[in-house]
């Protein structure tokens, strides 16, 4: 998104800087020189927004699920097998202003209640941002953080 917000900005000051010179004829010479400068590097052009994670299931007791997967964002790829729609949902955790990778509070009150052996180990960028967490099953809070992260994580 902040790819096509950047390419919509330049193609806005490529037309004013076309429009200028005919509007110059008619009213007189404007105080700033045509066409205008665009900063080099453009920063709109960035890609702050990467999305490159590799994760690392164990322990589900699903073939399908278990082992390292490579997710890629912008567009989806990589070798997890719902790269679409694990994109997807990193996409909208982002526009809610979530942090799906955020560990759980230290004062948080968890249920006791054990989900599976499973955990998963997620490396890399989000949206630019570093990540290197862990994940597991142990308690309702942690079971609760892997589902809010499902289809990135597997449904086990």
């Known amino acids: 998104m902040l790819r096509r917000l950047a390419l919509t900005a330049v193609a806005s000051l490529a037309a004013l800087s076309a429009a200028a010179p005919a509007a110059t004829a008619a009213t007189g010479p404007l105080p700033?020189?045509?066409?205008l400068p665009?900063?080099?590097p453009l920063p709109l052009l960035q890609d702050d927004a990467a999305t490159r994670l590799?994760?690392?299931v164990s322990g589900s007791g699903i073939a399908d699920a278990e082992g390292t997967f490579?997710?890629?964002c912008g567009p989806a790829g990589g070798s997890h097998p719902v790269a679409r729609q694990a994109c997807d949902r990193l996409d909208e955790l982002a526009?809610?202003?979530a942090d799906?990778?955020?560990p759980v509070p230290k004062d948080a009150l968890c249920t006791l209640q054990f989900?599976?052996?499973a955990t998963a180990r997620v490396t890399g960028t989000w949206h630019g941002r570093s990540v290197d967490t862990a994940f597991s099953?142990?308690?309702g809070c942690e079971i609760s953080r892997w589902n809010n992260l499902r289809p990135v994580l597997p449904n086990v």
Request: hydrophobic share 35%; net charge positive.
């Open 54 to 56: 590799t994760i690392t």
């Open 137 to 139: 099953r142990t308690n």
């Open 70 to 72: 490579e997710l890629r």
């Open 38 to 40: 665009l900063p080099l």
């Open 100 to 102: 799906p990778f955020a």
């Open 32 to 35: 700033l020189p045509l066409p």
């Open 95 to 97: 526009g809610a202003g």
């Open 115 to 117: 989900g599976s052996p």
